[in-house]
């Protein structure tokens, strides 16, 4: 296998999620004691997190783009930036390396148009369902977007990031969560995307009538095809 490289640490949390499947998956494809050879710089995401809020995405995409580099220096032949939000800085990040990096809203949007659904819902942080980088990306796969209401838009955000990235998973919010995508289900969404890695730890199929789209798990099945 090839060695793969990871931008992660926002949350760490998410990145767990990431090393443990990439092992799984490398494990499941061949057998015996094989893992997944992987070099990671992970950043502090209260530093990020702080950008991210100040609206300073130059100086977010200075600090990916420099971990990047550290991580091809290490040998990493391909790049996977471990959140979906800090997606928003992927092209500066590619730009600061030679090695491919492998987007996670591609890897989403082939997996939709794979099971022939073209309407989907996106939860997210307020940055990823707000902002046009990412649901642009997905549209020019042919997909329509819809994304919750706002006072919605703002009970997903506040569980990301005051739960989820801290490791509490609680009951009332995957309730409310359920909600949000049955509303985005009576809307026409005929599957919802999991846009942050976080919410992959709150939501699992069973809570949803319609397909749900974990994106962690679609990138991290992208790396290991990539890295054969």
């Given amino acids: 296998m090839r060695t793969i490289g990871l931008l992660g640490g926002m949350s760490w949390e998410s990145t767990a999620e990431y090393y ?36 300073r995405w130059g ?12 991580v091809e220096a290490a040998g990493a032949d391909l790049l996977l930036i471990c959140t979906n939000t800090m997606h928003k800085v992927a092209e500066e990040v590619q730009a600061a390396v030679a090695i491919p990096l492998l987007h996670i809203a591609d890897a989403t949007a082939t997996a939709v148009r794979r099971a022939n659904l073209t309407r989907v819902g996106l939860l997210g942080t307020a940055f990823t369902m707000e902002q046009a980088f990412y649901r642009d990306r997905l549209a ?15 009970l997903v955000h506040r569980v990301i990031y005051d739960e989820l ?19 985005l289900v009576e809307r026409g969404a005929e599957g919802v995307i999991l846009g942050c890695t976080e919410v992959e730890l709150l939501l699992r199929q069973e809570d949803s009538d319609v397909p749900l789209f ?10 290991l095809d990539a890295a054969g």
């Fill in 140 to 154: 020019n796969h042919g997909l329509q977007v819809l994304v919750p209401d706002d006072a919605e838009r703002a």
């Fill in 20 to 55: 443990r499947l990439l092992n799984e998956g490398a494990r499941e494809r061949l057998g015996g004691l094989h893992s997944a050879p992987i070099v990671l710089a992970s950043v502090d995401f209260a530093e990020v997190e702080q950008l991210q809020v100040a609206g």
């Fill in 59 to 70: 100086d977010a995409a200075a600090l990916l783009a420099d971990r990047a580099r550290g």
């Fill in 214 to 223: 974990a994106t962690t798990r679609l990138h991290v099945q992208a790396a």
């Fill in 165 to 183: 990235c801290v490791g509490e998973i609680r009951q009332e919010s995957r309730a409310a969560y359920r909600q949000v995508v049955g509303n």
